[in-house]
T-cell receptor
Framework: KNEVEQSPQNLTAQEGEFITINCSYSVGISALHWLQQHPGGGIVSLFMLSSGKKKHGRLIATINIQEKHSSLHITASHPRDSAVYIC???????????FGPGTSLSVIP | EPEVTQTPSHQVTQMGQEVILRCVPISNHLYFYWYRQILGQKVEFLVSFYNNEISEKSEIFDDQFSVERPDGSNFTLKIRSTKLEDSAMYFCASIGTGTGYTFGSGTRLTVV
């Protein structure tokens, strides 16, 4: 069983739509990461969460530790948001991260 | 903002050749990692490195792989005799005290 799952696997949205990507994990964690990967391949860290909610611009990440679930929301989506969004779990501080399979987002003008 | 730098961005090598992938982590970070992503698959952990030694390695990290920090700034991943299945994107990452993960932009390795 995969330790980190994401849904949906693929997502197509119209520009301006509100987008939600979900992540569930089966391990105890010290932190949950949301990452972005563009077609060129580089990985950019968006959020590191251990509780509650974080916001950066149009991106919002939430986590429910008891339910082992996190969500990434994008408000007023834009074609430049098109990328793969990856959830990754970190069991302890300074530990490796366990990556989810990623959600491929395409935002159409 | 500090960056993790990886070189080269793309390397093509003949099967059986040795390759060295280089990373310059953020200067005050102490924990270093290599991950790889085969095309179309999720990112997988290879190895973690702390205090000049391997702290954890995955099943993928067999005797063909080695890591070292030769000069206190560079962090290298060596593949001794490359195989076709080593073709992947390789990411370096580092963590410092009280900071999150910072990933490098990756090296795309193509074995022909």
């Amino acid at each position: 069983k995969n330790e980190v799952e994401q849904s949906p696997q693929n997502l197509t949205a119209q520009e301006g739509e509100f987008i939600t990507i979900n992540c569930s994990y089966s391990v105890g964690i010290s932190a949950l990461h949301w990452l972005q990967q563009h077609p060129g391949g580089g990985i950019v860290s968006l959020f590191m969460l251990s509780s509650g909610k974080k916001k950066h611009g149009r991106l919002i990440a939430t986590i429910n530790i008891q339910e082992k679930h996190s969500s990434l929301h994008i408000t007023a989506s834009h074609p430049r948001d098109s990328a793969v969004y990856i959830c990754a779990a970190q069991k302890t501080s300074y530990d490796k991260v366990i990556f989810g399979p990623g959600t491929s987002l395409s935002v159409i003008p | 903002e500090p960056e993790v730098t990886q070189t080269p961005s793309h390397q093509v090598t003949q099967m059986g050749q040795e390759v060295i992938l280089r990373c310059v982590p953020i200067s005050n970070h102490l924990y270093f990692y290599w991950y790889r992503q085969i095309l179309g698959q999720k990112v997988e952990f290879l190895v973690s490195f702390y205090n000049n030694e391997i702290s954890e390695k995955s099943e993928i990290f067999d005797d063909q792989f080695s890591v070292e920090r030769p000069d206190g700034s560079n962090f290298t991943l060596k593949i001794r005799s490359t195989k076709l299945e080593d073709s992947a994107m390789y990411f370096c990452a580092s963590i410092g005290t009280g900071t999150g993960y910072t990933f490098g932009s990756g090296t795309r390795l193509t074995v022909v």
